[in-house]
Nanobody
């Protein structure tokens, strides 16, 4: 049974911070590239950040310098540290595990982040 469970979302004021977690089970976590996506109401899902199995990180321009993706392979957990949050960051944030060989991927259920005064 593969499970990706996000947590840490909530309501924060502009300029605030949140740390999201994605706990994985049922997969060989260290063999997967891990990604964060987000989807705002009425908009398509967009990629936010990636951390590969070799610890290389990439970010969307919209979050670069504000968000930090990390992983703890010993705990099978992915993190997203979000600082200097803006109202435009409001979305459901979902994690994705991607393995290239064999080609397979899994999605978590998502956690709501709301940035508002």
């Amino acid at each position: 049974q593969v499970r990706l469970v996000e947590s840490g979302g909530g309501l924060v004021q502009p300029g605030g911070s949140l740390r999201l977690s994605c706990a994985a089970s049922g997969i060989a976590f260290s063999l997967y590239d891990m990604k964060w996506y987000r989807q705002a109401p009425g908009k398509q899902r967009e990629w936010v950040a990636t951390i590969t199995r070799t610890q290389n990180s990439n970010y969307a321009d919209s979050v670069k310098g504000r968000f930090t993706i990390s992983r703890d392979n010993a705990k099978n957990t992915l993190f997203l540290q979000m600082n200097s949050l803006k109202p435009d960051d409001t979305a459901v944030y979902s994690c994705k595990a991607v393995r290239v060989d064999p080609q397979v991927s899994y999605w978590g259920q998502g956690t709501q982040v709301t940035v508002s005064s």
